[in-house]
């Protein structure tokens, strides 16, 4: 099949690849780019292990064409740490309220979470959990998840976390 | 002592042993994508393979027409049953003692089984060969309902059986039957119902469920034509029994075979068994000369590999009036679908189904079980349970329920008035186990104090009163649900998986600075293993968490092991862990009399090293010893500092809990809100609380979906219905209720830190918790019990043939 060629942003850093126009664009960043952080749990749009951020948006990587792409300005999971290596804000919440276990939808929640807060930095334990519906895990049974977005948001904003009473 | 000198407590916290809440060290990679999962792993020059699968439940494949995909540029090769005919591998044994094709040999038996295997330079070029496929199919009339299998006229599933009346696990007696499995005294049982005041039968079904790990079984395999080595990189929860599994039927001496299990997303036994995939991958390898890559997409997933559940249990409980327990008889039909490949230990064809008796003293029980053969996919893993207890859990907590509706006694006074009792442990069950130990009562009494068991009950009353006035359309249940579990597969007189004992492995060696390294037979796929088992080697040994490193998941550089499913990796690993360590002490504290010039037996253990006893100034640290272990060791002693321990334990652990789930329904959209749910886990010694409590979490997560909507289900002519997360039910974090825990702690007496696992009770433990809640809330309207899973439609056509509803 004949290539197109495409080029963005991912992670603040130009790329270009050839790719089928069939060519999923989890595929591209995981195959042709090499950034394993994104991954497949369904290829069907359901699970939300492939979520990156696009232009401003979380977008399941598995429901659009790289081709799709061409021009725009991703973020993987790869993205998210500080400038200086240590953990973001986000990445150390699920670490230190233990919101995850295999890691495999990790990625894909850290994505979701951080536009989450983008659009609502102070969001109530009902709007996180409608803000990552569209993401599955299968280890977890996301009440931790919850507290580690809570923890980051609380961080983000200089507040003090406080886990809510049993 | 100076003030600068550490206090005991400071020296105990340094270490991040066991019962602290060490935060997880996997987390630093996986927050930041490093993972390291199976699709992930490329290698030069790799290539895909792809199935062509059966759109038919059962018929005759007359004919494979592949000329057509291979002129598809990219594909390289079409594998079919016939060419695996060739190097002997159109068929592989399952673990449970029956064959099963690899590929389509002659007809297919389930809807998308394996028919042709595609192997191509990309994955979208495999895609495309496998539409180029033509297979040209006979179809045959299919089995689907396992009741009909054993009738006279019932299609004849498996040919390649023909004419056999002996199975793996003794008589066959009809053409779709795998095994009887039987236990129990049938006599003292039959006589124990014949003399019974009272008594109840009920046929409790488990549906057909499925484990759905996030990351789907995959594997990437290469074949070294120039060593003859082959290396399998896959999503293996039991790595070194694949190795031996791919030795035996590849017929490659088993020191050429390198398996590794990387990172892998989650298993919950959907991962211990061999796949028509991973044969296949090897086979194309060998046949290619490269690395081949095969990766399950969700659909195939869901639809060809192992299910779990599929139990259909008639049950009766013999009783006094009075609400003592005297018998239990419980007959299960088993739907195994089209090949026997249930995972589990070879002894027991129904894994540990009888543990039926559950936490009560029943005097005598007698359970028998049939396998059949149906048009459906193979397998029966132990979806987060260890080999059918979550099915006997189920089946005797939803019986003591029917059993005190019956009585009109509450369900929580009647398991307390038959619970085993705290002086009875070691307890011998009346199917044969030794329970070691438990307190039940306690943990019972706890959970209803906790919840205000008393106050939900006058409140669930109030509210059957309001809804006979009229006043309301909500129902409430009291979910109810004790278990017992058995765990720790096991002791090699009881367990073996292909004749293996079922023990588990640990190797430590500690390096001259005071740093080390711990190899396992276990693979963790996200129970946090690196974390926890530093956690008992740094309580055991002194030696502070982060440094040692815990490497799993090597063939190549880690002990044998038989891997991490059912519940076992922290009774079995972690008491091979917990030796190791131990003989590690003991040859350090050796070194330590040597270097300290005093006897052995004048030193003492303290936290991180040794002391001489009644010369507190006297101490040696264990990092110290470390380096006397590479420079200054008694004469006559080998330097270095490792021991490895193969442990085989001496009985299987038994962890229990009280469950509670507080549920409104309103039956005229069977619309159901779980208020509350309470979880009491005691699974003896805690190693790390904050990973016990997510695995609770996960497991109730797990538990609810099962419940209260998950299913694997088939339509009557084969065709599966729910093949992918559009209709397989997920919970999202909407659905999700919020879990409260707690815990008791009753130690193992016979394992080495008292520790029994956890992993797997909330799901035992849960889903008869949500399903008594339904029929708890059903039950004054005069129902005894409504089948799982319990979504909404389900509940609103109960309550309309309760008559609730117009
Ligand atoms: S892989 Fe994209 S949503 Fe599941
Ligand atoms: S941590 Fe395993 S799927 Fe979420």
Known sequence: MAKT??????????????????????????????????????????????????????????????????????ITVEGMANADGTLSALQEGFRMMHGLQCGFCTPGMIMRAHRLLKENASPSEEEIRMGISGNICRCTGYQNIVKAIQYAAAKINGVEFREAAE | MNDMTPTREQRTAALEGMGCKRKRVEDIRFTQGKGNYVDDVKLPGMLHGDFVRSPHPHARVKKIDDSEALKVPGVLAVITAETLKTVNLAWMPTLAGD????????????????????????????????????????????????????????????????????GAHGPRKHHNHIFEWTVGDKELTDAAFKKAEVSIKEMISYHRTHPSPLETCQCVCSFDKIKGELTIY???????????????????????????????????GNKVGAYPGY????????????????VEDRIENLTATSFARDYHMTTEIAATKDGKVTGLRVHVLADHGAFDACADPSKWPAGFFNIVTGSYDFPTAHLAVDGVYTNKAPGGVAYRCSFRVTEAAYCIERAMDILAQKLNMDPAELRLKNFIKPEQ??????????????????????????????????????????????????????????????????????????????????????????????????????????TTWAQIIATEIGIPADNIMVEEGNTDTAPYGLGTYGSRSTPVAGAAIAMAARKIRAKAQMIAAYKLEVHEDDLEWDIDGFRVKGLP????????????????????MEPGLEAVSYYDPPNMTYPFGAYLCVMDIDVDTGVYKVRRFYALDDCGTRINPMIIEGQVHGGLTEAFAIAMGQEIRYDDTGNVVTGSFMDFFMPTAVETPHWETDFTVTPS??????????????????????????????????????????????????????????
């Not at chain 1, 401003?56 to 300005?73: E, L, N, R, Y």
């Not at chain 2, 791919?246 to 298993?267: C, M, N, R, T, Y």
């Not at chain 2, 296949?280 to 890559?293: N, Y």
């Not at chain 2, 609103?796 to 008559?803: I, R, T, V």
């Open chain 1, 5 to 74: 060629h495409v080029t963005m942003k991912v992670n603040g850093a130009e790329v270009e690849g050839l790719v089928e126009p069939r060519t999923l664009l989890v595929h591209f960043i995981r195959e042709n780019l090499g950034m394993t952080g994104t991954h497949i749990g369904c290829e069907t749009t359901h699970c939300g292990a492939c979520t990156v951020d696009i232009d401003g948006m979380s977008v399941k990587s598995c429901t659009m064409f790289a081709v799709q792409a061409q021009g725009s300005d991703i």
């Open chain 2, 99 to 166: 064959v099963q094709m690899v590929l389509a040999d002659g007809k297919v038996l389930f809807q998308n089984q394996e028919v042709a295997f595609v192997v191509a330079t990309d994955r979208y070029a495999a895609d495309d060969g496998i539409n180029k496929v033509v297979v040209e199919y006979e179809p045959l009339p299919p089995l689907v309902d396992p009741f009909k299998s054993m009738d006279a006229d019932a299609p004849v599933l498996r040919e390649d059986l023909a004419g056999k009346t002996t």
């Open chain 2, 234 to 268: 896959g999503t293996f929860q039991a790595p070194h029994v694949i190795r031996t599994v791919v030795s035996l039927i590849a017929k490659l001496p088993e020191q050429k075979i390198h398996v590794i299990a990387p990172d892998i997303g989650g298993g919950f």
């Open chain 2, 279 to 294: 044969i296949c991958a090897a086979v194309a390898s060998i046949v290619t000369g490269k690395p081949v890559k095969w």
């Open chain 2, 425 to 530: 442990f070691p307890y011998h069950s009346a199917l044969g186990w030794e329970y070691d130990s438990g307190d039940y009562h306690t943990a019972m009494r706890k959970m209803m104090e906790t919840t205000d068991y008393a106050a939900l009950r006058k409140e669930q009353a109030e509210k059957r009163a309001a809804f006979a006035r009229g006043e309301t359309r909500e129902i409430m249940g009291l979910g109810v649900s004790f278990f017992t579990e058995i765990v720790g597969a096991g002791p090699s007189k009881n367990c073996d998986i292909l004749g293996i004992s079922m023990f588990d492995s640990c190797e430590i060696r500690m390096h001259p600075t005071g740093a080390g390294i711990a190899r396992m037979g276990t693979k963790s796929q996200g129970q946090g293993h690196e």
């Open chain 2, 617 to 636: 100034e006297k101490f040696m640290s264990m990092k110290d010893i470390c380096w006397a272990a590479y420079n200054s060791v008694p004469p006559g």
């Open chain 2, 749 to 806: 007496p016979h394992h080495p830190i008292g520790a029994k696992g956890v992993g797997e009770s909330p799901n035992v433990g849960g889903v008869p918790a949500f399903s008594n809640a339904v029929n708890d809330a059903f039950s004054f309207l005069g129902s005894t019990h409504i089948q799982m899973p319990h979504d909404y439609w389900r509940n609103w056509k109960a309550a309309k043939q309760l008559g609730a509803v117009a």
